[in-house]
């Protein structure tokens, strides 16, 4: 998808282009085109180097693309790029009308030429103008019997497709000639481009048209069953393509009882069956323009279920009442015939003894009528339930005798999910919003199911029964469980399913846990993408000294804190006593006692008297080649070296924190870099980078800081204290 907010400023262009410039079959010459100056400009300095006259007369034309260069697209040029010097627009399109004026309908070089041409918007405008249009329409509906032996009719209505579609002269086309163009579409004329060109342009009219007449002739004369005929055929991508295209754009201009009608028919020829056999499910994969088409026809589909979705229950609305009373009667017959006599619900009388019949199917109010006043869902909900009562009528017993027997805390309200559900599925499925005509995102299983909705329905309320089970849930945790199915849902969408039965399938493998783990990935790769721009970057290099220098502390502190150390023979022997050590508060001392007596717990400076200044320490000793060989077979040993004799401060370590905490710590004394402290160093600077990120969660950060705006007008004063 394309155009969202984090995408970024738009690259700036160079305001000057090195491109060439080619006149007639000359060698290109290089140019810098530069941006600032007008095109007309240019022009005419080229025009004047190669000693071409009437400059006004000509243009340029990319010579890759084949299109005019204007002041509109001249942004989109590139380094490298080749222009030609040509005749201007209007100059092209009036030599072209004349031509065709005079040349006969079956002049092939002049049709399949003016085919070409009016892919350019500028040669299509002048051309329209001049009264090319005109003149093209009547050679069609006059002469189509001199194009069909000559071969020429698709590409005459190849030309008249690009030259509407540029031009955007609707006014000059007729009745005759569309009814004409709907001849072609519903034929079985040997050509297939005649066919599916002349599809293409009923869709132009009818869904760029403004004409009413024009669309009522492709209406009357262009049925849904001729397009189930084309796109029953197999092969012939496009004409699949513009058939369907002809149906969406008929059903887009229509109003929702003309809707009704044509989706009455699509569902009578069996379109969706034939959509998803003979493209949904062949090889290869579906082109970006029949995804496009298919995307269309799934949202106006959709469409026709939105006034439902806006309408609220009204109690004076007999077929509402049916509907509602349905629900208790279908799941409940034997109590619902003896308690309920009437359509009578909430206030007092005979409506009162069905009350317990709305409780257990967990309607919030007593009177279950204000439950479908919100909107959306409105009475959508209400129809989605009765279906799957009457549809699914094992699978909704299941359901509440499943709750049935649960705390009454614990149970998932049937009639309360259905509503939320509902509205959850209008917004994942986008219910009631107007199809965009770019996006090719579409549900094949939306083309494999009648009812697709209501079955879509039909499953994800036991989704959501089987979710509340496994997270243990009870009323409070209603919003967390409709979540969590919402991430169910859109994650399985993600996968295509073509058949309910493997939306079934893959929405029960998407279970609680599984979800857990997708949204922790989820939220790793969100900061993972954070941390590697270039603003957190820098910010994390200011903040980690400040880290570094808070864990230098914590290692002094466990110094000062004093710890035990095992003590050995000199043949490597662990002796059952314990010798001390701690440093004083001042980082300037280390006091220890001797090894030979037998320490239980951490001593005060004041019982240590052996001690050493940290200045008179030569180098600490780490590793088992440095280490004196009475402890060199111990696993965490180290040693301190003085530096007025070869004497050593030996030291085993209990276990491997200890270790490392206190080879830091001596390394810290001794000015060195610690060497077990990276660990601790990420932990606390990952805390500390999320605790400063906390108010710019999901916000997209940018590479390159904002530019300062100039300064205002009027800035250059001062204040004179007098």
């Not at 005798?401 to 649960?406: E, F, G, K, Q, Y």
Request: glycine residues 4%; aromatic residues 8%; proline residues 5%.
């Amino acid at each position: 998808m394309a155009g969202t907010d984090g995408d970024g400023p738009k690259k700036q262009q160079p305001a000057i282009i090195k491109l060439a410039v080619q006149w007639e079959n000359k060698q290109p010459v290089l140019y810098d085109f530069d941006q600032k100056q007008p095109l007309a400009a240019i022009v005419r300095a080229m025009c004047q180097r190669w000693g071409i006259p009437n400059a006004d007369q000509y243009a340029f034309k990319h010579l890759d693309t084949n299109t005019y260069i204007t002041e509109k697209n001249r942004q989109n040029l590139a380094n490298g790029a080749i222009l030609k010097i040509t005749l201007s627009p209007a100059i092209e399109a009036k030599d072209t009308f004349e031509r065709l004026v005079e040349a006969p309908a079956s002049d092939p070089q002049l049709m399949r030429g003016l085919a070409l041409m009016c892919k350019d918007v500028s040669f299509a405008v002048e051309f329209a103008a001049c009264g090319g249009l005109k003149t093209l329409t009547s050679r069609i509906e006059e002469q189509s019997d001199v194009l069909v032996e000559s071969s020429l009719l698709g590409v005459a209505l190849t030309a008249l497709q690009e030259l509407l579609d540029n031009s955007g002269y609707w006014g000059e086309l007729s009745t005759q000639l569309v009814g004409k163009v709907c001849s072609y579409a519903v034929s079985s004329y040997p050509d297939p481009v005649v066919i599916s060109k002349s599809l293409d342009v009923l869709e132009s009219v009818v869904s760029s048209s403004n004409n009413a007449s024009l669309i009522s002739v492709v209406h009357k004369n262009v049925t849904v069953e001729d397009i189930s005929k084309h796109l029953k055929q197999p092969g012939d991508v496009d004409r699949k393509v513009n058939a369907l295209g002809v149906l969406n754009a008929l059903m887009s201009r229509a109003d929702i009882a003309e809707r009704r009608e044509l989706y009455k028919d699509a569902c009578n020829f069996r379109l969706r069956d034939a959509l998803f056999s003979t493209v949904i499910s062949q090889k290869p994969a579906v082109q970006v323009e029949m995804a496009q088409q298919l995307h269309q026809f799934q949202a106006l589909q959709l469409s026709l279920i939105a006034h439902r979705m806006q309408t609220r229950f009204d109690p004076d609305n007999k077929v509402h009442m049916v509907n509602l009373q349905a629900l208790p009667q279908t799941v409940f017959p034997d109590e619902y015939t003896t308690l309920v006599r009437r359509p009578t619900i909430g206030g007092s009388g005979p409506g009162l003894a069905g009350a317990n019949i709305w409780k257990k199917l967990g309607f919030v109010n007593a009177n279950p009528a204000h439950d479908f006043h919100e909107v959306p869902p409105g009475v959508l909900a209400l129809d989605c339930m009765v279906f799957f009562a009457r549809s699914h009528q094992d699978d909704c017993n299941k359901f509440l005798l499943d709750n049935m027997a649960r705390r009454e805390t614990h149970q998932c309200p049937f009639a309360r999910s259905g509503i939320v559900l509902t509205k959850l599925l209008c917004d994942i499925l986008h219910v009631g919003e107007v199809a965009s005509e770019v996006a090719t995102n579409y549900l094949p299983i939306f083309y494999s199911t009648e009812n697709f909705f209501e079955e879509f329905f039909s499953i994800c309320i036991q989704l959501l029964n089987k979710t509340w089970r496994e997270m243990g849930a009870s009323a409070v945790d209603f919003e967390k469980v409709i979540a969590v199915v919402r991430k169910q849902i859109t994650e399985v969408l993600k996968l295509s399913p073509r058949s309910m039965a493997d939306l079934k399938r893959s929405l029960w493998e998407m279970t609680y846990s599984r979800i857990i783990s997708i949204i922790e990935e989820e939220k790793e790769k969100v900061e993972d993408v954070t941390t590697r721009a270039k603003p957190v970057v820098e910010l994390r290099d200011r903040i980690k000294p400040q880290i570094v220098e808070l864990v230098k502390k914590q290692r002094l502190m466990h110094l000062t804190e004093g710890g035990l150390f095992h003590t050995f023979t000199t043949k490597g022997r662990q002796q059952r006593s314990n010798w001390c050590c701690r440093l004083s508060p001042n980082h300037r001392v280390l006091h220890w006692n001797a090894p030979d007596d037998n320490c239980t717990h951490v001593m005060s400076l004041e019982e240590l008297p052996k001690k050493v200044a940290v200045s008179e320490i030569r180098e600490l000793l780490v590793g088992k080649d440095k280490v004196p060989s009475a402890v060199r077979a111990q696993q965490y040993q180290f040693a301190l070296r003085m530096a007025e004799s070869d004497m050593t401060l030996d030291f085993v370590a209990e276990d491997e924190k200890q270790f490392h905490v206190w080879v830091d710590g001596l390394h810290v004394l001794l000015n060195q870099a610690m060497e077990h402290a990276a660990e601790d160093i990420e932990m606390l600077l990952n805390m500390d980078m999320k605790l400063r990120l906390l108010d710019v969660e999901n916000a997209p950060i940018p590479d390159q800081p904002p530019k300062i705006p100039p300064d205002p007008p009027g800035l250059d004063f001062y204040y004179k204290d007098r």
